[in-house]
């Protein structure tokens, strides 16, 4: 059973996102920030993140860039509901840059989720 994990500091699209992928059969572990995120990465690597770049403590951008650095090979889906721009840059063409395989601007379909997940893990 392929895995992945949710990392966002709102409960209930974390919440949200475990239920959509856990009925279509994925193990889904939890996160609510950057820093537990790569916590729980380093104890179990998932073979995919979903990462929001907006959270307390460790946002998603560094996050991903530790991700990617530690785990070159590891899978991410960054996701935001935040437009704010560094630059001429949004977040999600940063995060895109730092590792990001795909990109989701909230909010988004979570059928629209399920097959950048699928796409990603061959499904």
């Known amino acids: 059973m392929p895995s992945v994990l949710v990392v966002d500091d709102e409960d209930q699209i974390r919440q949200l996102i475990r239920d959509t992928l856990e009925q279509a059969g994925y193990e889904v572990q ?8 790569l916590e729980c990465y380093r104890a179990k690597p998932a073979d995919l993140v ?7 403590d460790q946002d998603g951008l560094e996050s991903i860039m530790t991700l990617r650095r530690e785990f070159p090979a590891s ?5 935001t509901g935040g437009c704010d721009m560094i ?14 395989r795909r990109t989701l601007q909230k909010p988004f379909d979570m059928q629209t989720l399920l097959e950048a997940a699928q796409s990603e893990l061959g499904r």
């Open 30 to 37: 939890e996160a609510r920030n950057g820093k537990q995120g």
């Open 50 to 56: 979903v990462m929001d770049i907006l959270m307390p």
């Open 75 to 79: 899978r991410v889906i960054a996701i």
């Open 87 to 100: 630059g001429i840059l949004n977040f999600l063409d940063v995060a895109k840059m730092l590792g990001a």
